[in-house]
């Protein structure tokens, strides 16, 4: 069964750092792009990065609104991608999502999802 | 940076269409993928590519894009259709993926 399963959520404090991970099965991990998507509570859905399967270079792309902040990184041979997010702010406070890209490189749709962790961002 | 915008709302008797419009400067030039939420839940595919469906979902839903706005219809609305659905693009312009506003359906 093709699956992706977050970790890492929590309450941290603004300004701290938090990292999650997305563990994922079912499928040849480092053939695809893997991405973060967010939603705050009561909001819509909002892209957050991605990151492009080696064969691209495994370079990275980020929302305006995280980059500088937030650093995603993969490891093909655990199957996990990271969302290092440093700098907390509590805007941030939302369900994150991993998501699978359909495409290596990074523009497709997002095929697979996890069931999302809760960030939560507040002193 | 690009923007989509959807009706923030659409209602439809069981068994009539559904029709939810995403409008953006000519989107009718890149591809558009479909997204259902239902409460609580993780987002999922409904359509991609403007216009195929994933397996596993019903050929009620369909999907077209042209000129400045595409649009999901769905067939023989079911209550269980009810949801939030977004579309999505790939703007290669700035190398980013852009959600629509999102719309929520409901089956009166």
């Known amino acids: 069964e093709v699956q992706l399963v977050e970790s890492g959520g929590g309450l941290v404090q603004p300004g701290r750092s938090l990292r999650l991970s997305c563990t994922a099965s079912?499928?040849?991990?480092?053939?695809?792009?893997m991405s973060w998507v967010r939603q705050a509570p009561g909001k819509g859905l909002e892209w957050v990065g991605f990151?492009?399967?080696?064969?691209?270079?495994?370079?990275?792309e980020y929302a305006a609104s995280v980059k500088g902040r937030f650093t995603i990184s993969r490891d093909d041979s655990k199957s996990i991608a990271y969302l290092q997010m440093n700098s907390l702010k509590t805007e941030d406070t939302a369900v994150y999502y991993c998501?699978?890209?359909?495409?290596?490189?990074?523009?497709?749709?997002?095929?697979?999802w996890g069931q999302g962790t809760m960030v939560t961002v507040s002193s | 940076s690009y923007v989509l915008t959807q009706p923030p709302s659409v209602s439809v008797a069981p068994g009539k269409t559904a029709r939810i419009t995403c409008g953006g400067n000519?989107?009718?030039?890149?591809?558009v993928h479909w997204y259902q939420q239902k409460p609580g839940q993780a987002p999922v595919l409904v359509i991609y590519?403007?216009?195929d469906r994933p397996s596993g979902i019903p050929e009620r839903f369909s999907g077209s894009n042209s000129g400045n706005t595409a649009t999901l219809t769905i067939s023989r609305v079911e209550a269980g259709d009810e949801a939030d659905y977004y579309c999505?693009?790939?703007?290669?312009?700035?190398?980013?993926?852009?959600f629509g506003t999102g719309t929520k359906v409901t089956v009166l």
């Open positions: 000519n989107i009718g030039s890149k591809s």
């Open positions: 990151i492009r399967s080696k064969a691209y270079g495994g370079t990275t």
């Open positions: 079912g499928f040849t991990f480092g053939d695809y792009a």
């Open positions: 998501t699978r890209v359909s495409i290596a490189v990074g523009g497709g749709a997002f095929d697979i």
């Open positions: 590519y403007d216009s």
């Open positions: 999505q693009v790939w703007d290669s312009s700035s190398d980013h993926q852009v």
